[in-house]
C-alpha cells in the first residue's frame, strides 16, 4: 500500500527553458516566463487518469509511458517507496520540439509532483532533485533552470551534476521567435562532429566567460558574447529558416541564437524597447511564419504552489 495518503494533491509549475544561449554548449541555460502547470493527485495504487490540453496534447501518451508519469515513478523507485496511483492534469504552454525544454521540463514537474506527494515522509532537496532530472534528460543545462530559475551554469562533478544560479541583468529583454515545424534533439545532436578544431573551442570557451558577464552586467556585450562555432553551424543544414533568421538579426545588431536544438530563435535584446525591431526584422528575413514571444526570465523556477492534504 502506498504511504502517500488518497486524494493528497500538488499543483506544479514549471517555466520554460532555453540552452547553450549561443557558445555555452550543455552548460548555460536561461528560464523563461512560460509555463506548463500540472495537478497531480494521489489515486489507490494501480489506478491512472491522465488529461492533457494545450502544446502536444494530442501527440502525448495516456498512460504509464508519459512522461510526467515516468518522472514521479523515477523519484519514487529512488527513495524506495511505493508510487500511488495518479490524477494527472497537464496544461501544456512550452511548445513540444522548439527547442525551449519541454521535455525537461516534464522531467521537472513530475520530480516536483513527487517531492510534494512525499513529503511528510521523504525530502527530496535541490540536489537529489538536479540528479535525478539529469539521470533521465541526459544532461543538466536545461533542466537545471527550470528547476531553479535564472541563468545556471550546469556542470557534472565527478558523476554528480551541480549548478550555480544567477540574476540576469534588468536590461536583458528575451524574445523567442517560434516556428510551426518542429526539431528533433537527437537528430540535431547527431549533426555535430565528436572533435572540433582547437581554435573554436578556445573561442567558445573566450564568448562564454565574456557572456556571463554580458548577460549580469554588461547587456551591450550581447552581440560579441553570443558568438559560436561548436554546433550551430553544424546544425544550420537541419534548419535553413532558422540559420537564415538568426544570421538576419545577428547582421543588424541583434543577440541572437538558435534556442537549444532550435528550431526557435532566441534574442536577448539589450532592453525591452529593441525587441519590435527585431520582429521586424523577422518579417523581412524569411517566408516562415513566427510567433514572436516577448519573455521576462523567470528568477523562481519550478515551483509547488499548491498543497492539499487527503484522506488516510
Known amino acids: 500500500m502506498s504511504a502517500v495518503p488518497v486524494g493528497r494533491e500538488v499543483v506544479v509549475r514549471v517555466p520554460a527553458t532555453s540552452a547553450n544561449l549561443g557558445p555555452g554548449f550543455d552548460t548555460l541555460g536561461l528560464a523563461?516566463?512560460?509555463?506548463?502547470?500540472?495537478?497531480?493527485?494521489?489515486l489507490d495504487p494501480g489506478h491512472l487518469e491522465i488529461d492533457v490540453e494545450g502544446q502536444g496534447s494530442d501527440g502525448v501518451p495516456r498512460d504509464a509511458s508519459h512522461l510526467v508519469v515516468q518522472a514521479v515513478r523515477y523519484a519514487f523507485d529512488a527513495v524506495g517507496r511505493e508510487m500511488p496511483g495518479l490524477?494527472?492534469?497537464?496544461?501544456?504552454?512550452?511548445?513540444?520540439?522548439?527547442?525551449?525544454?519541454?521535455?525537461?521540463?516534464?522531467?521537472?514537474?513530475?520530480?516536483?509532483?513527487?517531492?510534494?506527494l512525499l513529503a511528510g515522509d521523504v525530502d527530496l532537496d535541490d540536489d537529489t532533485l538536479l540528479r535525478l532530472a539529469t539521470e533521465m534528460e541526459g544532461h543538466p543545462d536545461n533542466v537545471a533552470p527550470a528547476l531553479f530559475g535564472g541563468l545556471t551554469i550546469a556542470w557534472v562533478d565527478h558523476g554528480r551534476p551541480q549548478h550555480k544560479k544567477l540574476l540576469v541583468h534588468r536590461g536583458v529583454a528575451p524574445l523567442v521567435f517560434v516556428p510551426e515545424f518542429t526539431m528533433?534533439?537527437?537528430?540535431?545532436?547527431?549533426?555535430?562532429?565528436?572533435?572540433?578544431?582547437?581554435?573554436?573551442?578556445?573561442?567558445?570557451?573566450?564568448?562564454?566567460?565574456?557572456?556571463?558577464?554580458?548577460?549580469?552586467?554588461?547587456?551591450?556585450?550581447?552581440?560579441?558574447?553570443?558568438?559560436?562555432?561548436?554546433?550551430?553551424?553544424?546544425?544550420a543544414q537541419a534548419m535553413p529558416d532558422t540559420d537564415r533568421l538568426v544570421r538576419a538579426l545577428r547582421a543588424v545588431g541583434f543577440a541572437a541564437v538558435v534556442s537549444g536544438?532550435?528550431?526557435?530563435?532566441?534574442?536577448?535584446?539589450?532592453?525591452?524597447?529593441?525587441?519590435?525591431?527585431?520582429?521586424?526584422?523577422?518579417?523581412?528575413?524569411?517566408?516562415?511564419?513566427?510567433?514572436?514571444?516577448?519573455?521576462?526570465?523567470?528568477?523562481?523556477?519550478?515551483?509547488?504552489?499548491?498543497?492539499?492534504?487527503?484522506?488516510?
Not at 32 to 42: M, R
Request: aromatic fraction near 4%; proline fraction near 5%.
Open 87 to 116: 490524477r494527472l492534469r497537464a496544461v501544456n504552454v512550452i511548445p513540444h520540439g522548439r527547442g525551449l525544454g519541454s521535455s525537461g521540463a516534464a522531467v521537472v514537474s513530475g520530480l516536483l509532483a513527487a517531492k510534494g
Open 261 to 312: 536544438a532550435g528550431p526557435s530563435v532566441l534574442v536577448l535584446a539589450d532592453g525591452p524597447g529593441r525587441r519590435l525591431e527585431a520582429v521586424a526584422v523577422a518579417e523581412r528575413a524569411t517566408d516562415t511564419p513566427w510567433e514572436a514571444l516577448m519573455l521576462a526570465v523567470d528568477v523562481k523556477g519550478g515551483t509547488v504552489r499548491e498543497y492539499a492534504e487527503g484522506s488516510t
Open 184 to 235: 528533433s534533439t537527437s537528430v540535431a545532436r547527431s549533426l555535430q562532429p565528436l572533435q572540433v578544431p582547437r581554435e573554436d573551442a578556445v573561442f567558445n570557451v573566450s564568448r562564454s566567460a565574456l557572456l556571463i558577464a554580458a548577460l549580469t552586467q554588461s547587456p551591450e556585450l550581447l552581440l560579441a558574447a553570443t558568438e559560436d562555432k561548436l554546433h550551430q553551424n553544424y546544425r
Open 32 to 42: 523563461l516566463s512560460v509555463y506548463d502547470e500540472l495537478t497531480v493527485t494521489a
